[in-house]
C-alpha cells in the first residue's frame, strides 16, 4: 500500500509564500514523476508543475516564475515552493506519483488526500 501525505497548505495574503510538501511511503520500488496538481471549486482539476527522478520540471504558464518544485530521491519527498501567490491560485492542491511497487509490474498513479490553499486579496 502506497500513501500519499501532503501538508502545508494555510490562508495566506495576497503576495505571500507558501510550502507544500508530500511524503510518499509504503512498499515503494521506485518512483517516476511527481507532480503537484490543484482545483479550483467549479473548476476541473488542473496539473501546475511536475519534476522527473532526474530533475526535469515543467510548469503550467500561470505558475512559471513563481512557483518551483523540487524532490528528494532519497527521502521519496516532492516539495512545492509557492511565492507572490494570487487569489487565482486558490485551490485544493494535490499531490500526484508514478510508483512502481512489487506486487504489480510498471509504474501506477497515486494521489494525496489535498490540501487547501486560500490566497487573500
Known amino acids: 500500500q502506497v500513501q500519499l501525505v501532503e501538508s502545508g497548505g494555510g490562508l495566506v495574503q495576497a503576495g505571500g509564500s507558501l510550502r507544500l510538501s508530500c511524503a510518499a511511503s509504503?512498499?515503494?520500488?521506485?518512483?517516476?514523476?511527481m507532480l503537484w496538481f490543484r482545483q479550483a471549486p467549479g473548476k476541473e482539476r488542473e496539473q501546475v508543475a511536475s519534476i522527473s527522478n532526474s530533475g526535469v520540471t515543467h510548469y503550467v504558464d500561470s505558475v512559471q516564475g513563481r512557483f518551483d518544485i523540487s524532490r528528494d530521491n532519497g527521502k521519496n519527498i516532492v516539495v512545492l515552493q509557492m511565492n507572490n501567490l494570487k487569489p487565482g491560485d486558490t485551490a485544493v492542491y494535490y499531490c500526484?506519483?508514478?510508483?512502481?511497487?512489487?506486487?504489480?509490474?510498471?509504474?501506477?498513479?497515486?494521489w494525496g488526500q489535498g490540501t487547501q490553499v486560500t490566497v487573500s486579496s
Open positions: 509504503g512498499a515503494i520500488i521506485s518512483i517516476n514523476d
Open positions: 500526484n506519483a508514478a510508483v512502481r511497487t512489487p506486487d504489480k509490474p510498471g509504474h501506477w498513479s497515486y
